[in-house]
């Protein structure tokens, strides 16, 4: 039978095989058919020669659950786009949602742990994103209730269990194991972390969690916060990932690496994941944006970018007058000099740390610009509006993270070689999820019968655009298949392709 696509010429690079050579990939019903020397019969023949075929990237870790957010993301190479970290509440009408809608990407979301607590101990409701435009992503519920008395408190035993039934309900709905932001409700009791690592470990669920703290000073630093994972994770047996260990151990970064290191020596179910840039971004609201906890995590309001306004944060009363007015709004957190060479060294160290995953951490697209392009822009953040009006911004990872990761890492600074780079994009995501969501298996590699999921790219050329003050594409993903759908054409973005599918947990069950 004539195969539906034969891309041709490229350099073909299989992370679990070790392939690495020019060879002809072929594509039939949605998974790759062919591999080989051949010209085989094919409905169409794609030269591909002078690029990369690679599987297509999994971002473990996405904020940015919207059309828009996945029409860039497949501009920078991603066919699988998680939110896992945040998570989502209710999730099976969030997985409806954009099962309605339609989506360019294949998605998921973990149970969300935050928002369980914010619904248990400050009473916000769950609004499915069917009813409110605010909480058509997931991070919506984070916005809109960060002003609730509780959440970020101690729970007691009886509000523990209400939690823990909540996120266990998720998982019966399918979601990805447990999304954790720690870090924004710092306070919550080692109880309620047993209890949550039982639950992991009796449904081979993955926590997938933003540290309990960023600080560079003990007591509580962000090296006690890498441990104490460690030590849940071994206690419990159960599996934990630690998310953007670049951003959340700042200067303590080798330290982390250094105890995940040796924990997973010995059989710690313990992973993690990096982003290649010097900068985070987070809502301005955060625990560990209060002024005290600038000060222990060695920044000052002027390391913040108040996105909506474009402003530097000037002063501690300036950063309280916004924290107050509008704790949910999106900002930008410089924690690594890149002019100053030992920030430097010690960032790109943290982007080579052993078998952990590349995942941007993208973030939805926020309002930014006057207000006469407020409504369109607004409309295209959230809708099906292609190409993007004026008038958006979010953190440059949320466009570029992986031709970042090709360029900096392999081109510019030579830390990963280019299949090294591609593993950390592809094969090593999808072991960290494959127990948790069998359909992993299928995907992360390329060999017959694994999704066609493929990701064509120019290692030459490929590179991120945008920065901290405009939203720009990446350029030199050549060709993006999602289930063998083109969802990039010679570079050019369908507008029309949606053929984004659910990876939902293996805990679902029928309603
Ligand atoms: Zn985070």
């Excluded at 030269?47 to 990369?52: L, N």
């Excluded at 998921?108 to 935050?114: I, K």
């Excluded at 151990?249 to 250094?258: C, Q, Y």
Aim: glycine letters at 10%; aromatic letters at 6%; hydrophobic letters at 40%.
């Amino acid at each position: 039978m004539a195969l539906d696509v034969l891309l041709t010429g490229g350099r073909v690079i299989d992370p679990e095989s070790g392939l690495d050579g020019v060879r002809n990939v072929g594509i039939r019903g949605g998974t790759v058919a062919y591999i080989g020397d051949d010209r085989a019969d094919a409905a169409r023949t794609i030269d591909v020669s002078g690029h990369v075929v690679a599987p297509g990237f999994i971002d473990m870790h996405s904020h940015a659950q919207t059309i828009s957010g996945h029409r860039l993301q497949a501009l920078d190479g991603v066919t699988t786009s998680l939110e896992l970290e945040g998570g989502a509440l209710p999730v099976a009408d969030h997985y409806e949602w954009a099962e309605s809608e339609g989506r360019p990407l294949n998605f998921g979301f973990s149970a969300g742990w935050v928002y369980s607590r914010m619904h248990v101990l400050d009473g916000a409701p769950a609004v499915r994103p069917q009813d409110d435009r605010e909480f058509r992503i997931p991070l919506g519920m984070f916005e809109q209730f960060q002003d609730g008395a509780r959440w970020r408190g101690p729970a007691d035993g009886r509000d523990i269990g209400r939690i823990l039934d909540l996120v266990e309900r998720q998982l019966r709905h399918g979601a990805i194991g447990i999304g954790m932001l720690a870090g924004y409700a710092p306070d919550f009791t080692a109880e309620e972390f047993g209890r949550l690592a039982d639950l992991a470990a009796e449904t081979t669920q993955p926590m997938f969690i933003h540290a309990r703290s960023m600080s560079a000073e003990p007591p509580g630093s962000a090296l006690d916060a890498a441990q104490e994972i460690i030590a849940e994770a071994e206690a419990h047996s159960a599996p934990m990932h630690l998310c953007h260990m670049n951003s959340t151990s700042g200067h303590l970064a080798d330290s982390v690496a250094e105890s995940l290191a040796a924990a997973r020596a010995r059989g710690v179910p313990v992973t993690t994941e990096a982003y290649p840039y010097a900068a985070g971004s987070t809502v301005i609201g955060a625990s560990f944006l209060a002024p005290d906890e600038l000060r222990r995590n060695r920044m000052t309001p002027s390391s913040i970018t108040y996105l909506p306004t474009g402003e530097r944060v000037a002063s501690e009363e300036r950063l309280v007058e916004i924290r107050a007015n509008d704790p949910g709004g999106l900002c930008v957190l410089e924690s690594f000099d890149l002019c100053d060479p030992a920030d430097k060294a010690m960032l790109l160290r943290a982007q080579t740390v052993p078998d952990a995953a590349i995942a941007s951490d993208a973030m939805p697209l926020t309002f930014f610009g006057t207000e006469s392009q407020r409504h369109a822009a607004e409309c295209a953040a959230t809708g099906d509006v292609w190409p993007l009006p004026p008038g958006l911004i979010a953190h440059p990872r949320s466009t570029g993270c992986f031709a970042r990761a090709l360029s900096w890492l392999v081109r510019d600074t030579g830390v990963l070689t280019l299949p090294e780079a591609i593993r950390r994009c592809t094969l090593i995501p999808a072991q960290i999820l494959e127990e948790a969501a069998p359909a992993m298996r299928a995907k992360g590699r390329l060999r017959v019968g694994a999704d066609a999921d493929l990701t064509v790219f120019d290692p030459a050329t490929v590179a991120a655009r945008g920065d901290y003050t405009s939203l720009r594409p990446s350029t030199g993903f050549r060709h993006v298949f999602v289930g063998g759908t083109p969802v990039v054409a010679d570079g050019e973005l369908d507008a029309a392709a949606f053929p984004g599918k659910a990876v939902r947990g293996a805990g679902a069950r029928a309603a």
